[in-house]
């Protein structure tokens, strides 16, 4: 017999809803007493505001959502979408980057007094239309994505990449591509390498365009030949894959002597591809992967990681949709976004150049 149930099949009477004016009365204080100390406005003492919001905690008391959102004039929730997994919608979660992207902007929002509902990509409109929407966020649209256009055709304000910048009703935050390209290779050619060789999904999203443009022209001004390979899909198995293909093709005198995998895969798993390549990393091979996932600290060696700060991403982004939303902002504005390179012993040749 569950608690909502009765002997005979009964349902039992629903719980009584505690109203503000209940509240009021256990504390003995007025209804407008009350609702200022719970809204944290008012001239009050903080002993009759601890009173008030303790009381309310001991009754269970919860504002009328329905109410603050009418007198408001916003749902208060904020859609979240990631174009680049369009074809596979949720599996996006599977991803340490896009899971504490995506954790840190419903942390960042909620803190603002937003919730964030997960959307599928693809066909989103027909997901979002019926849906009381005040913003979207969209991670890394694909070129030619019709979701930000249909977003901003229907007055939605939308935060994603720098795809987006000059468009009315849209924010960006973006990384620097560019400079943490040529930071990483920069890194490994000063560790003695002379031929990286890049793993990069074959994707269409503004960064992904930007760290092929960037590897191709940092190889042609040092001199170096252009060594790359293209992952089909996400997930270990496919980068794996394509990392063995990467440390295969040029077996014999003219292997690759470092590797940068953009393409986000299991640090473990990256080694041990290389191990079975007979490379010893780093005596053969210095290694960088771009990760979020905790277990490049473990490995052994050590990876060493170039980090894309997807919880200072979140928190910019959010900021701008905030500012539109509860500031009037109408002027399109956007935040660049420092990488980080924590390097560890897989790309660290001699102790002395460490």
């Known amino acids: 017999m569950t608690e909502a149930s009765r002997p005979g099949g009964q349902p039992s009477p629903p719980i009584p809803r505690v109203r503000l004016v209940d509240v009021a009365r256990e504390a003995g204080l007025s209804k407008t007493t009350v609702s200022a100390a719970l809204n944290g406005t008012g001239r009050l003492s903080p002993e009759v505001r601890e009173r008030a919001r303790e009381t309310a905690r001991r ?5 009328n959502a329905t109410a ?5 004039g916003r749902a208060r929730l904020i859609g979240y979408v990631v174009g680049e997994f369009a074809d596979a919608p949720w599996t996006f979660l599977e991803s340490p980057y896009f899971a504490r992207l995506t954790g840190a902007t419903a942390a ?9 509902v997960l959307l599928p990509a693809g066909t989103l409109q027909g997901e979002w239309v019926d849906l009381s929407l005040d913003a979207v966020v969209v991670a890394d649209p694909v070129a030619d994505d019709p979701v930000v256009e249909d977003l901003l055709a229907a007055g939605i304000p939308v935060f994603s990449d720098r795809s987006v910048e000059g468009r009315a009703g849209a924010s960006w935050v973006d990384v620097d591509a560019d400079a943490a390209v040529r930071e990483v290779l920069d890194h490994l050619h000063g560790q003695g390498a002379g031929r990286p060789v890049l793993v990069v999904p074959d994707s269409s999203t503004r ?5 092929r443009a960037a590897h191709r022209a940092w190889c042609a001004a040092h001199g170096l030949p252009e060594l790359l390979v293209h992952v089909d899909a996400p997930g270990n198995g496919p980068v794996v894959e394509a990392v063995e293909h990467a440390l295969a093709v040029a ?10 995998v953009v393409a986000e895969a299991s640090p473990p798993l990256v080694l041990e591809a290389a ?3 007979r490379y010893r990393v780093p005596d053969d091979l210095l290694v960088v992967l771009v990760s979020e996932d905790a277990t490049a600290l473990h490995t052994d060696p050590p990876t060493t990681t170039l980090s894309l700060r997807p919880e200072a991403v979140a928190e910019a982004g959010v900021e701008h949709l905030v500012a539109v939303l509860e500031q009037g902002r109408r002027e399109p504005a956007g935040t660049l976004v420092a990488t980080r390179l924590d390097v560890r012993a897989s790309s660290l040749r001699s102790p002395r150049a460490g």
């Open 207 to 211: 960064f992904h365009r930007e760290v």
């Open 59 to 63: 009754m269970g008391y919860r504002p």
């Open 275 to 277: 191990r079975r390549h």
């Open 68 to 72: 603050r959102r009418l007198r408001a």
């Open 108 to 116: 960042t929002s909620l803190r603002r007094g937003y919730a964030v």
């Open 251 to 260: 077996d014999g005198t003219e292997r690759p002597d470092a590797l940068f």
